[in-house]
């Protein structure tokens, strides 16, 4: 019979349906559930080695009091994690994902930079400031169409597509005119031109996809985001990009997240466009039938023992990634 353990989730919306997932998961395998907002929170680093403190209000929360913590921080990421790492790194207490790797993958780019570090499949992407060349940007990505990105944003927000040379430049001087960042990322063509466009939403947690679905686009949008359409179904995984995942979460630092996959079907080849460190637990539970919060639980059961989380010293990256980089990944 696993140890009681003293669970605390960190959450912006404490009464969001993921959080309930994981409440419910925790409580039936009879552990202890606590919930705090980031922001009732307070750090306090002490002069003395080894004294680090926390408070909720004039509350000090003491090394003893959790076991664990699962970060769902949406909002406010800046403070919020700043609490995980103190709570992580400063006081010992076992994360379900670092602070870092939750600051990393929020920022569109920043992920994107350190998959391709990795050799992890991304589609060609270009960062742009005040851009003035339009059509030798374009053709940095593989011309048009091209998908556009602001560097923050989930559930589809802040990414739209340049069809045409006339929209793609009119769009690019109007964010040059407000000073405004802005990714371009190569057009992954993911279904024939009479099907519905797609991704695929992967949930890893402790170096394992729990769970996969297929998300589906509406008609009259590109996006294959869940909470646009409402549309998805489960869907099977090549060993191949499982393994994507799995090293996506390795290389971010995130015990937890979920992998967003796109299928080029003009090339066999998987690319990876998002990772999500505070992913939704509604969807892929309902369409698929996995207990995901159930899952982190049980990996929770499994390693509160760690102190300073670092999932990237679990095991090496795999060979292959070097060598067969440029080899593209066989759908079936």
Known sequence: MNKKLNILILANNKKGVSTRHLVEAAEAKGHEVTLYDPYELYISCSDVNGHDKLFNKET???QKSFDAIIPRVGGGLEYGSAIVR???SNMGIFSTSTAQGLLTASDKLHTTQV??????QVPKTTYISQPSDFQF????????PCVCKLQKGSQGQGVFILETKLAGSTTLQSFKAIKTNLILQEYIETAASDEAKSDIRAYVVGGEVVASMKRYSLDSDFRSN???SKTAEAVKLTDDEKQLCIDAAKVL???VCGVDLMRNVSNDKTYIIEVNGNASLNGITKITGVDVAGKIIEYIEKNHHKKDTNFQSFEPLPKWHKDNFKKPRQVV
């Open 226 to 228: 869940y909470s646009i």
């Open 253 to 255: 630092n995130l015990g």
């Open 137 to 144: 940007l374009v053709d940095t990505v593989g011309g048009l």
């Open 115 to 120: 998959l391709s570090k990795n050799r992890l």
């Open 60 to 62: 000090r929360i003491l």
């Open 86 to 88: 103190h709570l992580n």
